[in-house]
């Protein structure tokens, strides 16, 4: 089992992670180019504890799309939403 996080820059949160002395990334990003995930592109690390992650980076629209109604789960508009603060 692993958790999949969902991130905007995946080159950007690879090297955050890679600087922790508690998280391994197991391989560099990976890009599907053909298929119904065309563009979707992955990495799988490792924290110190056993937990496996994936980041996810995925485009605004999925060659899927056009063939089904079927969506993957997104970010929810909430966790973008970054309240001002004083």
């Known amino acids: 089992m692993h958790l999949r996080l969902h991130v ?4 950007t949160a690879v090297d955050r992670l890679a600087g922790r002395g508690d998280v391994t990334v197991l391989d560099a990003p990976q890009t599907n180019d053909d298929g119904p ?3 979707l592109t992955y990495v799988f690390c490792r924290v110190e504890w056993g937990l496996y992650l994936e980041l ?10 056009d063939e089904t109604a079927d969506r993957q789960y997104g970010p929810a508009s909430s966790w973008s939403l970054r309240p001002e603060h004083d």
Do not use: G, Q, V
Not at 8 to 11: A, L, P, S, T, W
Not at 56 to 65: K, N, S, T
């Open 8 to 11: 905007e820059e995946i080159d």
């Open 37 to 39: 995930t065309e563009s």
């Open 56 to 65: 996810l980076e995925a485009p605004d629209r999925m060659p899927y799309a």
